[in-house]
């Protein structure tokens, strides 16, 4: 394990949105705590989450996104962002769409991993699309691929990805490899096809018996919260009773989420959502079958053989009930 920034041994994820470089900007502390996982898979729930076991409640220093910011994201001056959380004093908690083998890992830090089906993640994704408030940029993001009126398509498009993103003037290419020349093939995912998020998990999943990293679930949140939030105190060297974490889960469900969509929401102060609220959506596990004919669904058990072992695939489709990381 090292604790020295650079390039060596590291995949360099660069898209018109996020560069991972970033992260050489930011000195890591003893007790920083790093979120990763692909888009829709629950980090703004462990945001939450791992927010009210720092501050011991519910309450907030300022939006959720800024106390625990996006550090990859282009879109802020990486200046300003170190500059934040160079500030903070409390225990640092930082949000990353990066997999694991695009960060230089530090042995004083906690890497929390969250999964999720891949066929519910890409639902999600789907209906965040259509609340992004931009709708130009909308298009330009979705580049045909969910503009398509056949939601069969484009399950199918995702599947068969990697899709990646176009090229914006001005911006860096999309994929980078080592000393800036072009990205492995293997390696150029786009966040949001299939491949990318199986990629994404196994980079978790191939780490997981280091002991500062740790993998939660979307649907164990969703199956006993409260068992969720004292196993993640328990990862981050804190000690609470159930039923304190129960007290705190009433923080973290839907409801109590969307009530405080201005303070919860990814950017919720920049305008990015037609609604904040909406954000939080009330969409269940599965919504995917509606969309999924035969023919889909069977190539959709292919591809994901195809992508990653049958361990790593009985954990990003069930979680701990499937497999446990342990």
């Known amino acids: 394990m090292v604790t020295t920034s650079g390039t060596t041994g590291r995949t360099l994820y660069r898209t018109w949105i996020s560069d991972n470089l970033r992260w050489d900007a930011l000195a890591l502390r003893e007790g920083d705590i790093v979120i990763s996982a692909p888009s829709k898979c629950g980090v703004t729930l462990t945001q939450r989450l791992i927010s009210l076991l720092v501050f011991d409640?519910?309450?907030?220093?300022?939006?959720?996104?800024?106390?625990?910011?996006?550090?990859?994201?282009?879109?802020?001056?990486?200046?300003e962002v170190v500059a934040t959380l160079d500030a903070q004093r409390h225990r640092r908690f930082i949000k990353t769409h990066t997999p694991l083998d695009g960060l230089v890992l530090d042995e004083r830090v906690t890497y929390i991993g969250v999964g999720r089906d891949p066929r519910d993640a890409a639902m999600s994704e789907l209906f965040q699309w259509d609340n992004m408030n931009d709708t130009n940029l909308d298009r330009r993001l979705?580049?045909?691929?969910?503009?398509?009126?056949?939601?069969?398509?484009?399950?199918?498009?995702?599947?068969?990805?990697?899709?990646?993103?176009?090229?914006?003037?001005?911006?860096?290419?999309?994929?980078?490899?080592?000393?800036?020349?072009?990205?492995?093939?293997?390696l150029a995912r786009h966040m949001g096809s299939l491949a990318n998020i199986l990629h994404h998990f196994h980079t978790i999943w191939s780490r997981r018996q280091l002991p500062n990293v740790a993998m939660f679930h979307y649907t164990d949140y969703r199956t006993d919260l409260v068992a969720e939030i004292v196993r993640l105190a328990r990862v981050l060297g804190l000690h609470v009773s159930r039923g304190r974490a129960a007290e705190l889960a009433q923080h973290a469900t839907l409801d109590a989420m969307r009530a405080r969509a201005a303070d919860l929401a990814p950017d919720s102060a920049e305008g990015v959502w037609r609604s904040n609220e909406r954000f939080f959506r009330a969409g269940g596990s599965g919504e995917w079958r509606d969309f999924f004919d035969e023919?889909?669904?069977?190539?959709?058990?292919?591809?994901?053989?195809?992508?990653?072992?049958?361990?790593?695939?009985?954990?990003?489709?069930?979680?701990?009930r499937g497999l446990d990381p342990a």
């Open 142 to 186: 979705r580049g045909g691929r969910l503009d398509d009126p056949s939601p069969v398509r484009a399950f199918q498009a995702w599947m068969e990805g990697p899709i990646m993103p176009p090229e914006i003037p001005g911006t860096p290419p999309p994929f980078l490899g080592p000393r800036g020349g072009p990205a492995h093939p293997p």
């Open 295 to 320: 023919r889909v669904y069977r190539r959709y058990y292919d591809r994901i053989n195809q992508l990653a072992p049958p361990d790593l695939l009985a954990w990003a489709h069930e979680g701990r």
């Open 57 to 79: 409640g519910p309450q907030l220093p300022g939006p959720l996104s800024a106390v625990s910011p996006w550090l990859d994201r282009t879109a802020r001056p990486i200046e």
